[in-house]
């Protein structure tokens, strides 16, 4: 498999990705601040970052940051269908290296992986850890120069704690994903928007007045529950967590069994970092015409290999709509492949949102670059996250309280 790194350019598809990252540039003051901050500094000179993420807009003007701040920045494709090819152009036409294209096979993702991964990398930027696992199945003799990294999403995250307790991870991560100023927005609000903006744009369908089965009441999970509602939609919740199906319940949700919502269901979503969540057995009895879509981080979520066995033919009706026609004579549609559908069927999280991300994501490469941790998994130091969240309100024009010395007081005191 030959590496998908284009030699030629094309001027007129990177004009275009330019706009798109100059229109994103100009909603993410809390990138452009940590630009302004730095940039006399060059704090990353020397440093060579090799990225695993979604190759859109936002992401470009994090990878320009970082080089504007004196890294070298190589950089993969986190999800065949999340890959822009006019954002990857414009960031070529500028010199930097840049491994994917809009709707590679699984080889060549992993291709590009190792396209990354050949260079003389000392920090990784990732999203679902598969460059993390890349380097330390494949480049065992790379991992010493590795001074650390940071990582994106939840089931990133969960990998990595995983490698960490198996003894394996051989460099300090730091979890972006579980910081504040992550978690409480990118998964909830971003994803609560940029599901339904996929959703919407690729089937022209309305919200209002359908039954939504939404699989997992986490951060992403009850973002998209509070949008389908906010649309006008009924909200069925799956869980297994006793917690969390309470919450679904309190926040006004019904919550079953995917077994019992299958027959009940207009739209499935599927948001919980597991797999064969939607499988045979449920899909066999979903009414003709259900919708399903994925916003977990892999495409094991909605069990397509179950799919095709309960298929006669699977027919492409739209861009990013997949129509299965079933042996029992219904159909049921499968967006993006199946893949995140908020990237794969539009141009996922809003700006705003992912402003806020990939300021942790700069903030914590930077801070692994500064420290010398021991291999492990990291929070994202406090005042960073802080900071990070005091910089967006200023940007937002939003002021807080200050505590008064005698509230100081009396929050501390026990005797009042
Ligand atoms: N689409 C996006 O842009 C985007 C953004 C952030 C995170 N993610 C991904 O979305 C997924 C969920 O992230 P999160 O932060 O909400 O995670 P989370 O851990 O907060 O929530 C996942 C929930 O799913 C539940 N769950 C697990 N298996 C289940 C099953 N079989 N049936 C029903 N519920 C089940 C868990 O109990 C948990 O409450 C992850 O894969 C994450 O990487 C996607």
Not at 198 to 204: H, P, V
Not at 206 to 234: F, M, T
Not at 282 to 303: Q, S
Not at 304 to 315: A, H, N, R
């Amino acid at each position: 498999m030959e590496m998908t790194e284009k030699t030629t350019i094309d001027m007129e598809l990177a004009r275009r990705g330019r706009y798109k990252i100059e229109w994103a540039w100009q909603f993410m003051p809390v990138l452009q601040s940590l630009l302004a901050r730095y940039q006399d500094e060059q704090p990353f000179k020397g440093h060579s970052i090799g990225a695993c993420l979604h190759l859109e807009a936002k992401t470009a003007c994090l990878l320009e940051t970082l080089r504007k701040l004196g890294a070298t920045v190589v950089a993969a494709g986190s999800n065949p269908l999340s890959t822009q090819d006019d954002v990857c152009e414009a960031l070529r036409l500028e010199g930097m290296e840049v491994f994917s294209r809009h709707g590679m096979t699984t080889d060549e993702y992993f291709e590009n992986l190792h396209a990354v991964l050949r260079h003389d990398l000392d920090i990784i930027v990732d999203d679902g850890a598969d460059l993390v696992a890349t380097i330390h199945t494949d480049y065992k003799e790379k991992l010493p120069k590795i001074l650390g990294g940071s990582e994106e999403t939840t089931t990133g995250v969960k990998r990595l704690k995983a490698m960490a307790k198996d003894g394996i991870l051989a460099f300090p991560m730091i979890s972006v994903n579980d910081a504040k100023s992550k978690y409480l927005f990118d998964n909830r609000y971003g994803t609560g928007q940029s599901v339904w903006d996929g959703i919407m744009r690729t089937t022209n369908m309305l919200v209002a007045g359908k039954i939504v089965v939404v699989a997992g009441y986490g951060w992403c999970g009850r973002g998209v529950a509070l949008r389908a509602k906010a649309l006008g939609a009924r909200v069925i919740v799956t869980e297994l967590d006793p917690h969390r199906a309470f919450e679904a319940l309190m926040d006004g949700c019904e919550v079953k069994t995917m077994e019992q919502a299958a027959p009940i269901g207009d739209m499935f979503l599927t948001l919980t970092g597991n797999r064969k969540v939607i499988r045979g057995e449920h899909i066999a009895r979903m009414k003709d015409g259900a919708l399903l879509a994925n916003a977990g981080h892999f495409d094991v979520e909605v069990w397509k290999p179950d799919l095709c066995e309960l298929s006669e033919k699977v027919e492409t009706i739209r861009d990013n709509v997949e129509a299965y026609r079933l042996r029992n004579g219904n159909s049921v549609f499968l967006l993006g492949e199946g893949r995140l559908v908020n990237l794969a069927c539009g141009d996922g999280h809003p700006i705003e949102i992912m402003d806020l991300s990939f300021g942790m994501q700069l903030e914590s490469a930077l801070y692994i670059s500064r420290h010398s941790l021991k291999p492990g998994v990291y929070d994202v130091p406090e005042d960073l996250d802080l900071a990070i969240m005091r910089t967006k309100l200023e940007a937002s024009g939003i002021s807080l309280e200050t505590l008064l010395p005698e509230q100081e007081a009396y929050m501390k005191g026990w005797q009042e």
